[in-house]
Each structure stands twice: as C-alpha cells, then as structure tokens.
Nanobody, 128 residues
Framework: QLQLVESGGGLVQPGGSLRLSCVVSGDTLDGYAIGWFRQAPGKEREGVSCITTGETLYRDSVKGRFTISRDNAKNTVYLQMNSLKPEDTAVYYC???????????????????????WGQGTQVTVSS
C-alpha cells in the first residue's frame, strides 16, 4: 500500500496561486492513479484532479485553473492552483488507486473514498 504525504497549503487572496505536493512512497507511480481531493466544512469529499500514466482528470469547476503533474524521479504529484476562489477553500488530500482495472475513473467522480486511506491533508484557505 502506498503512503502519501501532502504539503503546500496556506492562506492566499482570491486570484492567487498555490502549488500542492504529494510525496508518494511504497512503490513507483507507474500503475497507480494519484488523485487530489478536497473537503470543505460540512461538505462531502470531492475529486479535484487525478493523474495516471496516460490520463488526467479534472472536475469542471477547476478546469483551466488547476494543473496536475507528476515527477517520476521524485515520486511526487503536484497540483498547481491558479486563479483561486473562496470556494476552493478546503482541506486537500491526495489518494491512490491501482489504475489497471479502470475503476479509478468512476471512483474519482462518484466514490472518492475508494482512494483512501487518507492522510492529514493540507489546508487551503482563499480569503481577502
């Protein structure tokens, strides 16, 4: 089972940027879907973006603003977040699923807890 540690959150004004990092240990990134998820107070966890060897996924509300990438040499997945909005405020988590079955696609949009177990996450607060 992979271990994932998130970092990079903080307080930023609307329109600002942050880059989140997810350091992965226990195996290489190949063969896994690594996803970023978020949970705001009182709301359910939702998928933000996901990356596999050959595919990237985004929820509609972040398309054109967020970019997911991976550095195989560092076993790290990044989430570059630009043009941040107050509604992006949440705790952000990264999670993983084996990619070979293709179930990661459905789970990302419909059953995000399948990417757990979850770490502590990193808080992103967008406020003036």
């Amino acid at each position: 089972q992979l271990q994932l540690v998130e970092s990079g959150g903080g307080l930023v004004q609307p329109g600002g940027s942050l880059r989140l990092s997810c350091v992965v240990s226990g195996d290489t990134l190949d063969g896994y879907a690594i996803g970023w998820f978020r949970q705001a107070p009182g709301k359910e966890r939702e998928g933000v973006s996901c990356i596999t060897t050959g595919e990237t996924l985004y929820r509609d509300s972040v398309k054109g603003r967020f970019t997911i990438s991976r550095d195989n040499a560092k076993n790290t997945v990044y989430l570059q977040m630009n043009s941040l909005k107050p509604e992006d405020t949440a705790v952000y988590y990264c999670g993983s699923m084996e990619a070979r079955s293709g179930r990661y696609y459905y789970a990302f949009f419909n059953a995000p807890n399948a990417y757990g177990p979850w770490g502590q996450g990193t808080q992103v607060t967008v406020s003036s």
